[in-house]
């Protein structure tokens, strides 16, 4: 199993939970936000997926998680307070027959591939202007400011039950 994986429930309608570390990834922003797209460092990400649904959490620091460790909302827009991405037009097309290790680069490509383009229910998942933090983020080489994340009444062992 892949190093990143956290967990895996195997049944019909199952999930996986992995991890990323903090990285850089290009960034799409719909033009009504003011953000130029480019790419952008993000913090390091919790990732639970079934075949038609994902939900996305942020952490802090760059060492892979334990059942303990907090949960912070992800800083991104289209992601409702719960962690739950609203994928908008993305077409999701995953097989029954993915390998695990294609089922998550598939879900992290559909994510890192769409077009970010408002909050959902008026939810900023920042303590600051979600709007500016994206545009400096884009702008410089700056590391994600971790200590703007706003923290969920999760741990990751909220997500494995």
């Known amino acids: ?3 990143k994986v956290l ?5 019909q309608s199952g999930y996986a939970v992995w991890y990323t570390p903090p990285q850089e990834v290009p960034l799409f922003f719909a033009s009504a936000l003011g953000i130029p797209s480019g790419r952008g460092k993000v913090p390091a ?8 649904e994902l939900a ?3 952490v802090k620091g760059n060492k892979k998680p334990c059942s303990k460790t907090k949960l912070f909302h992800a800083p991104y827009f289209n992601i409702y ?3 739950r991405v609203c994928m908008g037009t993305v077409r999701v097309n995953i097989t029954e027959a993915a390998r695990l290790e294609d089922f998550m680069a598939q879900w992290e490509s559909y994510f890192w591939n769409s077009y970010f383009s408002h909050l959902m229910s008026e939810f900023n998942p920042v303590t600051e202007n979600i709007v500016q933090l994206w545009q400096e983020q884009v702008a410089t080489d700056s590391p994600f400011p ?4 706003k923290p969920t009444n999760f741990t990751l062992q909220n997500l494995l039950t």
Do not use: T
């Open 45 to 52: 990400m919790i990732w639970k997926a079934g075949r038609e």
């Open 7 to 11: 967990y895996v429930n195997p049944q």
């Open 146 to 149: 971790v200590q703007l994340l």
């Open 56 to 58: 996305v959490y942020a």
């Open 81 to 83: 307070k719960e962690g």
């Open 1 to 3: 199993m892949p190093n």
